[in-house]
Structures are given as C-alpha cells and as structure tokens.
C-alpha cells in the first residue's frame, strides 16, 4: 500500500485534537490533571478510569479538512491584534505577513468565486463600475481641456481593477476614480496654466512622485496608522461617499426639468425610468427576507436584483421610444468609439518635456496626492474589513489592518504604470466596495450576516467586462442603448443599499423614531442627549466635509478626513463625552 504523508499529517492533527478537546477537558483544573500525569503515562488506562467521554469517529471530507488546514495556516502567519503593532515595521515585513497568510488561499479564491452569487455580484457591479468610469471620464476631460477623457478612465478603470483583484490581499475592495481627486488633478491643471507648464508631463512627475511615496509606506507598514481612526471616522466618510450618489443622482433627474434642452415628457419618462430602477432593485433585494417562494429562489432573485433593476428600466425606456418616437428618446450610455486617446496624442506621456527644477518641484503637490491617496485606499479598506462581514481569509480575528500593506504596493504599482501613460490615479472607491460585500454576504433568516463569499473572481470579472466595452464593438454597442436615467436608478441604489448597518445612519433615523415603539439599540442605555450630541457632530463634519468636497479648496479634502481622528479622542480627553458612553458609540 502507498503511504500517504498528506493524510498521515491531517490524521495526527486531527488526534491532536481530539486529545486536547477531550483528554485535557475531563480534568477540572490545571493541577489535577498534573497530579494524574504519572499514573497516565506509566500504565493504560481506559474511558471509565479517567471519566473521558467516548464520541463516534466524526467523518469529515478531505476537501474540508484540506480547506480546515489552509485556514489554520493562514491565521496562524501571525497573530495579535493591530495594537501590537509598531506604526512603522522593518522593510518588507508587513507584504510579506499579508502575503504569507493570503497566498495559500488563492486556489480557494478561484473555487469559491464559481456560484451564481458572484455572478449576480459581477453584473451589478458592472454596471456600477462601468456607469462612474464614464461620468468621471466627462469630468476629467472638462477639467484637463481633454488631455485625459473616458477612454483613459475606463481603460484605467480595466486594468487597474483586474491587476488588483488578481494580486490584492483584500480583492473584494473596489478601486476607482473619486471626487476629492478630481478636484485634485484640476486644481493640478491650475498650476501648470500659472506655471506656463505643461500638464500632462507635471501630472506624470507628480505621479511618479506619489507612487514612490505610496511604495514607501507599504514596504514600511506605514498604514499601521490606520489603527487610530475609529468607526467615528469610518461612518462618516461611509455616509459622505453614500450622499454624494444619492445627491448626483436626484440632481441629474431634476436637472432634466430645468433643462432648456430637454421636454416635460423626456424629463417626467426619466424620473419614472429611474424610479422604476430603483424601485426594482430595492425591493427585490429585500425578497430575502420575505415567506414568498423557496429559500433558493429568494435568494437569486435578491441576489440579481440591482441586474434585474437594469434589464427592466432599459425594456421600459425602449418600449416607450418605440412607441412615441423623439419625444421619449432618453440620452444613453456614451462610450467611446475607437480605441485612442481622447486627444489623439501618443499614448506614452513625454515626461522629459517638463523641465529640471519642475520635476522636483512636483514633489510638493504630489505630497497632498499621497495624503489623499493613502486616506482614501486605506478608511475604505478599513471599513471593507469590518468584522461585521466576518471575513476568515488572511485575517486574524479583530485585525483590520491585515492586507492594507500589500493592496497599499498594488496601489502604488499601478499609480506608477497610469502617470507614464496619462491615466488617471485609481483608489479605493468606499461605495462600490461596500456594494461588492454586501452583494457577496450570506444572510441568515433574520437577515444578519453570517459570512461573506470571499473570492477574487468577481473582481477580475467585473473589470474584463469593462476592458471588453473599450475594446470589441458589440459590446460596446450594446452598451450605448441602456438609458442615462436607469443609471441614476442605480446610482441611487448604490447610495442607499450601502447605508443599512453604518450606525452613524441608524442613529440619525433614530432621531425621528418614537422611543416606546423602536427596538433598543447597543447605545440605548447611554443618555439621550448625549447620543444626540455625539450624532449632530457627525452630521456637521459631514456637512463640513460635502462643502469642502464642492468647493474652490477642494484639494484640502484628505486634510479634514485627517482632522477627525483627534477631533474624536478630544471628545473623549477632555471630557466631553465619558469614556464608558464612547466605547459603546465608538465600538469597532
């Protein structure tokens, strides 16, 4: 017979285990167990003699046990929680933890992506990344006389998020364009107009500068700083991100009225196209938790809800265009063409035009860049690391700092790649990662999660989907007929499915409930006014931080999200909320 080493291992570490669950637990205490010791080890001894309970043989499958085995030894890499950790580690070391804990799972990161969750996860989150691929794409063209337009995002867009969900520690995090750094790369777009430079070859340079920067603080574990923010700042930036689409969303439908260029008709078609997206949406999504059909059928429906959404708003749109004509022809989906730069310029950007004193100058802008950068990429994996979520892979229980350092690497990898060629800078994106988790959680039948289906398929299909549009024409034709207001449906989904369980939301809904009727909450015990006061604060930096977002100093925006770390420990330094209530307001 042929000795296999595989099952002789797993054999012992299960007898291992039956040992200590069961020969170690029958004695009472530390002490008796080591009085009895002697006799054990110098005579047999049966069940009866030592009260050791006799179990049946359990049978296990060697996929779960193998699955049981890589587990153990990605938890077991490291230990501690992120208070043992420096701020700032030996080079390499904290790549190399994330990585050691995540590598041996990524045979299970392929296996557990094949479901039909993930491929309703995959065609939501399309849609979801394509859609803002798109409107980002107008606005940097805008903002930069279209030195960088639509096919630079969405081909960054592509490329960036396949390489990250193809060799991140923490692939269910979304990367994509966001507000705070538009307003950066215009306010960049100022200064080479005041300079007499040329933009795209400062861009690059401060680019480069900036990934340099990012790659220090990965091989440094320089986002162990992360650890003193809080759920205080988490929530926050969550809610902000959240609003901003519920609010672009609603102010694009309402602009269709206002509009000289558009009719009564196409504007009462588009808020009823929209409502009906997300109307669809929200309340197939929440079938789940409904008696209606199978618990299988309920779950798929809820899963591809947000795609069903989609596919029902275009019908509509279609139907109604079909049937009147110009009057009810909704502007579309608008991707480009032809695969070339928005400019027509050579691909590869001259970075050697800008000159000498300028290349080192731009090391101060791409300072305020890195700030941006690094707070962006790192709250939105912290908030993706929630317990909540309960994730188990290359995470050791209570840490939320574990794969930050690797996906930080990537992040400056491909910050590098996109300056060379004239694309814009990619980052975590809070909205469309929470999306990613949430359409990916198991649910138990009182609608808690109970787990989340832990993959990097859905990531590296999502983005070749994106690739594909930019690339072959039918699907890109296909595309140009799905309607610019089933969009906004979804985008005001996408605002709005993210806010469910952010407690920050739950406490301002709790400001309007009658307190006899709700359910108590973990802060209920806390005083009224001080949970109020605690709430309205968030609300102002909120506000503060929207106005900020929107205004000419929008670049200060990473610098307010860095105030609020010790605007949160002053609340409870000097007093002004003890710090019994803010451990139950601030519980991670």
């Not at 047999?44 to 193998?66: C, G, M, W």
């Not at 700032?88 to 299970?108: C, H, N, Q, W």
């Not at 106005?547 to 010790?566: D, E, M, N």
């Amino acid at each position: 017979m042929k000795f296999n080493t595989k099952v002789a291992f797993l054999a012992v570490l299960e007898w291992n285990s039956f040992l200590n669950n069961n020969v170690v637990n029958s004695f009472s205490t530390p002490t008796q167990f080591s009085s009895s010791s002697s006799s054990l080890s110098t005579r047999a001894f049966t069940s009866s003699q030592v009260n050791l309970p006799v179990h049946p043989p359990q049978v296990t499958s060697r996929k779960s046990r193998r699955r049981g085995l890589q587990l153990q030894m990605a938890s077991s890499v490291a230990s501690g929680t992120d208070d043992e950790e420096p701020l700032i580690e030996s080079f390499g070391k904290g790549i190399l933890r994330d990585y050691k804990a995540r590598l041996p799972l990524y045979g299970s990161d392929i296996k557990d992506g094949l479901n039909t969750q993930c491929l309703a996860a995959t065609l939501f989150l399309f849609f979801a990344c394509l859609s803002p691929a798109v409107g980002f794409g107008g606005l940097f063209a805008v903002a930069t006389d279209g030195a960088i337009g639509t096919i630079e995002m969405v081909s960054s867009t592509a490329a960036c998020g396949f390489l990250y969900a193809l060799f991140s520690a923490q692939p269910l995090t979304i990367i994509g364009s966001t507000g705070p750094v538009l307003a950066f790369v215009a306010t960049l777009v100022q200064l080479a107009k005041k300079a007499n430079l040329p933009f795209l070859p400062l861009y690059t340079w401060t680019g480069l500068w900036t990934s340099a920067i990012l790659f220090l603080s990965s091989v440094t574990s320089a986002s162990n700083m992360v650890k003193y923010l809080t759920r205080f700042t988490d929530e926050i930036f969550a809610v902000l991100i959240s609003t901003i689409f519920v609010v672009e969303a609603a102010s694009d439908i309402g602009g269709t009225f206002m509009s000289p260029a558009s009719t009564f008709t196409k504007a009462l078609l588009t808020l009823v196209i929209a409502t009906v997206t997300y109307g669809t949406a929200t309340t197939l999504k929440g079938l789940r938790n409904t008696v209606y059909f199978t618990k299988s059928v309920r779950n798929n429906i809820s899963n591809f809800a947000p795609t069903i959404g989609v596919v029902l708003g275009s019908l509509l749109a279609r139907k109604a265009r079909l049937a009147h004509g110009a009057q009810a022809l909704l502007p579309s989906l608008s991707i480009p063409t032809t695969f070339q730069s928005t400019s027509g310029r050579p691909w590869l950007v001259p970075l050697f035009d800008l000159p000498v004193w300028a290349r080192w100058g731009a090391l101060l802008p791409a300072l305020m860049a890195t700030v941006l950068l690094y707070l962006d990429q790192n709250i939105t994996v912290r908030v993706v690391n929630n317990p909540s979520y309960k994730m188990e892979k290359g995470r050791r229980k209570g840490n939320i700092l574990d794969g930050m350092h690797a996906d930080m690497l990537v992040i400056s990898i491909c910050t590098f790649i996109t300056s060379l060629i004239g694309f814009p800078w990619l980052v975590a994106a809070t909205v469309r990662s929470i999306s990613h988790v949430r359409a990916l959680s198991k649910f138990d039948k009182d609608g808690k999660i109970q787990g989340t289906v832990e993959q990097r398929i859905t990531g590296m299909s999502i983005h070749a989907l994106i690739g594909s549009c930019v690339i072959f024409d039918k699907p890109r034709a296909l595309l140009t007929q799905v309607p610019s207001p089933v969009l906004m449906g979804l985008f005001m989904y996408l605002g709005t499915s993210a806010l469910p369980g952010n407690e920050m939301f739950e406490r301002i809904v709790g400001l309007f409930k009658d307190k006899s009727l709700a359910k108590k909450e973990k802060w209920s015990s806390i005083p009224k006014k001080v949970v109020n006061g605690f709430t309205m604060l968030q609300v102002a930096c909120l506000g503060a931080m929207f106005w900020v977002k929107s205004s000419p100093i929008g670049v200060l925006f990473p610098v307010i999200i860095a105030l609020l770390a010790p605007l949160r420990f002053g609340l409870e330094k000097f007093g002004i909320v003890k710090k019994e209530y803010m451990d139950i307001l601030d519980e991670e």
